[in-house]
């Protein structure tokens, strides 16, 4: 039978809490923003594979939302995540308040460079330095071995990536596959927003990514060929909205304009007011 996990709210109580966990064995950490689900989940599956203690936080970072309604609307279900938490046999949920993660205006703050600078960059103001620092903060408190993201957020794995080469920090970062649901759309705390109407229409995010991908295996190297293949999925309406739909390089996360090898293809959409992001990686084909 699974324990349950340590509620923990304080830096000083994890630290404390940790101290005492560490002899046992590496430290696995997954850092969340709650509203858990199973691409959570096959985070958390991951670390406790590997790891003696398993430790999941649960922090809604005001920091990295540039929309205060996006902030206000989050959805927060602490006591459904720490139950999914016992049944995936996490041993730590750390809870903090933003009180206790930023008693007082910081001073200082991780500032990206150019990876930040397309896909989900230019919409999303201060949001990569938000993750960035908040990350940067709980990696410093957790000190974990290992830490897991997911591969959905292909723009903040790479940053943070680089944030643990940049600033030397102790820690392998371990990045996870996508969770689809059974008709495609990715996993993600958002997607419980959107009405059944806004459900479907998001399918278009989808399409347009596959349909991008598609030609890129079948021999279209121009990337704005690739892209119209993918923008002639998504049919705007009111309903949905193609934000972007990009073909960059998997580690600088540049655009392309000639795909000859490894590329990330990567879309935001918004549907019924809620902004999804994908994206799925592509090679061009034998030819
Ligand atoms: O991916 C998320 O949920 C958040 O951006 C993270 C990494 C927990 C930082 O707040």
Not at 140 to 149: E, G, K, L, N, S
């Amino acid at each position: 039978m699974p324990h349950p996990p340590a509620l923990v709210a304080s830096i000083s109580g994890l630290r404390e809490h940790l101290a005492a966990r560490r002899t046992l064995g590496p430290v696995g950490f997954v850092p969340t923003m709650g509203a858990l689900h199973e691409g959570h989940a096959t985070l958390i599956r991951g670390a406790r594979k590997g790891n003696a203690t398993v430790v999941v936080s649960i922090f809604v970072n005001p920091l990295q939302f540039d929309r205060q309604e996006d902030l206000a609307r989050y959805p927060r279900t602490l006591e459904a995540d720490a139950a999914l938490c016992e049944t995936l046999g996490v041993d730590v949920v750390f809870a903090p308040t933003a009180a206790e993660m930023y008693p007082e205006p910081l001073m200082m703050g991780v500032t990206v460079g150019r990876l930040g600078d397309h896909l989900c960059g230019p919409s999303r103001p201060g949001h990569f330095a938000g993750v960035a620092t908040v990350v940067l903060k709980l990696l410093q408190i957790v000190q974990p071995d290992r830490a897991y993201f997911g591969e959905k957020d292909a723009q903040q794995l790479a940053i943070i990536r680089r944030l643990v080469t940049d600033f030397n920090l102790p820690v392998t970062i371990v990045g996870m596959p996508t969770i689809r649901e059974a008709d495609g759309l990715a996993m993600s705390s958002r997607n419980r927003r959107l009405s059944p109407e806004g459900r479907r229409a998001a399918l278009a995010l989808v399409r347009a990514l596959t349909a991008t991908t598609r030609a890129i295996v079948e021999g279209v190297a121009d990337a704005v060929a690739a892209r119209a293949a993918g923008q002639r999925e998504v049919r705007e309406d009111d309903a949905v909205r193609l934000e972007y739909l990009e073909i960059v390089d998997p580690a600088t996360l540049q655009p392309v304009d000639q795909v000859r090898g490894p590329v990330l293809v990567a879309g935001a959409l918004w549907a019924d007011g809620v902004r999804l992001i994908d994206n799925m990686p592509a090679s061009p084909g034998p030819h």
